[in-house]
């Protein structure tokens, strides 16, 4: 979808990538519904409700987003110390 959206006007953008990031954000939400019932012993797919998915994925996207600040910060200071990167 961005690549379409990134080839057409304004208007086209406005309606693609919120939609994107609100498909993203249901994304992750069902996948931890799934991940929660199958820790349950769910033995099939859990029913989709649109609040619980929703507030999943906003847990999980700040989930995502911690995780891959700190992987990143020990990535960064790993490498200076081991003098991989070298900025001076």
């Keep these: 979808m961005n690549s379409y959206a990134d080839a057409h006007t304004i208007k086209y953008k406005l309606i693609f990538y919120p939609m994107a990031?609100?498909?993203?954000?249901f994304m992750y939400?069902?996948?931890?519904?799934?991940?929660?019932?199958?820790?349950?012993n769910g033995e099939k797919l859990p029913?989709?409700?649109l609040k619980?998915?929703?507030?999943f994925g906003i847990?999980?996207?700040?989930?995502?987003?911690?995780?891959?600040?700190?992987?990143?910060?020990?990535?960064y200071?790993?490498?200076?110390?081991?003098y991989l990167l070298n900025f001076t």
């Design 21 to 25: 990031f609100l498909v993203t954000l």
């Design 59 to 75: 847990k999980a996207s700040i989930m995502i987003t911690l995780y891959s600040f700190i992987e990143g910060f020990l990535l």
């Design 29 to 40: 939400g069902y996948g931890l519904a799934i991940t929660k019932d199958t820790i349950r």
């Design 77 to 82: 200071d790993l490498s200076t110390r081991s």
């Design 52 to 55: 619980q998915c929703t507030v």
């Design 47 to 49: 029913i989709i409700k």
